[in-house]
T-cell receptor, first 114, second 111 residues
Framework: EAQVTQNPRYLITVTGKKLTVTCSQNMNHEYMSWYRQDPGLGLRQIYYSMNVEVTDKGDVPEGYKVSRKEKRNFPLILESPSPNQTSLYFC?????????????FGSGTRLTVV | QQPVQSPQAVILREGEDAVINCSSSKALYSVHWYRQKHGEAPVFLMILLKGGEQKGHEKISASFNEKKQQSSLYLTASQLSYSGTYFCGTGFSSNTGKLIFGQGTTLQVKP
């Protein structure tokens, strides 16, 4: 089944403890992106990647890191999480840099930082 | 830069029609539409590109006015399954994958 897989689905952590949220897609998509969703603010882009080893900042990149060493994987790294990073996170992927195709989203990761 | 969606919320009876609007302050290359049900991931509905190309859902239609930098999503003869939050996502260039989403429109369809 074609899908984007995120792990974990739920995570509660403490301030300052490094964490990684994994994202993997099996559709051979070039384009991958991370979004955070907060009430009343919609989906805000954190980082995106147009292909292997090519990443760029979205609108809210502060406090996050990403890497794209393989086409299928695009992990999101929080080096020192803070409570304001408590949010619902979505990974998405698309063919052809998202220009002509819709995104496929993962199931989401609900992160709580205490 | 975030596109503005209107209305913020709408309640319908089954069979009624609805229009959701998305307006940008910048020139657009593409507009995406997604539906998200509570507790689930957004699901792709439709994409409209500058120049008129469209790809998407058979039962949902949309328009893209490039000059006005606006798009509208048309939901006709609504069904209970149409309930959810609708997001538009705007792209500004063919050279980047950056997509900025609106704040969402919540649609509730009642029997």
């Amino acid at each position: 089944e074609a899908q984007v897989t995120q792990n974990p689905r739920y995570l509660i952590t403490v301030t300052g403890k490094k964490l990684t949220v994994t994202c993997s897609q099996n559709m051979n998509h070039e384009y991958m992106s991370w979004y955070r969703q907060d009430p009343g603010l919609g989906l805000r882009q954190i980082y995106y990647s147009m292909n292997v080893e090519v990443t760029d900042k979205g609108d809210v990149p502060e406090g996050y890191k990403v890497s794209r060493k393989e086409k299928r994987n695009f992990p999101l790294i929080l080096e020192s999480p803070s409570p304001n990073q408590t949010s619902l996170y979505f990974c998405a992927s698309s063919l052809v840099n998202g220009r002509n195709h819709g995104y496929t989203f993962g199931s989401g990761t609900r992160l709580t930082v205490v | 830069q975030q596109p503005v969606q209107s209305p913020q919320a709408v309640i319908l009876r089954e069979g009624e029609d609805a229009v959701i609007n998305c307006s940008s302050s910048k020139a657009l290359y593409s507009v995406h539409w997604y539906r998200q049900k509570h507790g689930e991931a957004p699901v792709f509905l439709m994409i409209l590109l500058k120049g008129g190309e469209q790809k998407g859902h058979e039962k949902i239609s949309a328009s893209f006015n490039e000059k006005k930098q606006q798009s509208s999503l048309y939901l006709t003869a609504s069904q209970l399954s149409y309930s959810g939050t609708y997001f538009c996502g705007t792209g500004f260039s063919s050279n980047t994958g950056k997509l900025i989403f609106g704040q969402g429109t919540t649609l509730q369809v009642k029997p």
